[in-house]
């Protein structure tokens, strides 16, 4: 199966499981939860989490209840990033956002329901207790106010204090990065492997991916990437700002070669590892 078809087939599995937790309400919080949580988008998280599994044999159950768990917390994030109080997007993915539809205290508490929802889903009918305790420690670290939340937090403080470019790497490490190690680390986990086993990769992986959203940023239009405010307008601190253009996409380079040089042992198993950072290093949206 060639990467386009199998990166199919991966979020289609997660879109089915995603559709099925969320057919289990019709109450408004799960209607305002399900509109951005199956909004769309290339579930990237998710599917590194189940890609990572399989790289090595592991259960690949397990991988898809983790992977689905890891994008709701991914989307609870991108709910909160966007209300009036963080970035003012009325724009996501080309639709308008939570808030826009639901109100600001609904997709407050939508993306409260998201976050909590992860949880509950990995603990309920625990068929592999260890694995499930690892996994949601993994999660949570990884979105907590030392890892995601944290990289919102400087997020915030850069557009009011400026950023050099430690700062810099250190918002794009924690706000990004941190979710995208965590899908390294869950797929592992769900393989029986030690936690840490894909960090050299994912790590390098989510800095080009932030790395290209910014570049991505000034080269296309808002309209094009659907969102309704681009970096610039939001007086963010971005590679291209600090770096410049045509560092950024050095660095861009850089990074993805480092991520697959990671992977070099892995050898045939990574094959798919190695197309999703190409994939990632060329993508337009």
Known sequence: MNFKDKMAAYAALINA????????????????????LLAGGKRVRPVLVMACCEALGGDMALAL??????????????????LPCMDNDSLRRGRPTNHVVFGEAEALLAGDGLLNLAAEYISADSKAPEKDIKA???????????GMIGGQADDIAAERDGADAAMVERIH??????????????GAIAAGERADFFDDYTTRLGLAFQIRD??????????????????ADNNKATFVSVYGLDEAKR???????????????????????????NYLLNRSN
Do not use: W
């Not at 949601?136 to 030392?146: I, P, R």
């Not at 697959?260 to 798919?272: S, V």
């Open 136 to 146: 949601v420690s993994a999660l949570y670290s990884a979105s907590g106010a030392l």
């Open 214 to 231: 910014d570049i991505l940023d000034v080269e296309s239009s808002a309209a094009e990437l659907g969102k309704s405010n681009s970096d």
């Open 17 to 36: 499981e995603l559709s099925r937790i969320m057919s289990q309400s019709d109450e408004v919080t799960y209607k305002a939860m399900a509109y951005s």
């Open 173 to 186: 490490s924690r706000k990004t990065g941190a979710l995208i190690r965590a899908a390294g680390r869950l």
């Open 65 to 82: 209840k983790y992977g689905c768990a890891l994008e709701m917390i991914h989307t609870y994030s991108l709910i909160h990033d966007d």
């Open 251 to 277: 660095r861009l380079e850089e990074e993805t070669a480092l991520a697959l040089k990671a992977i070099e042992p892995l050898g045939e198993k990574g094959e798919f590892l190695r197309d999703m950072a």
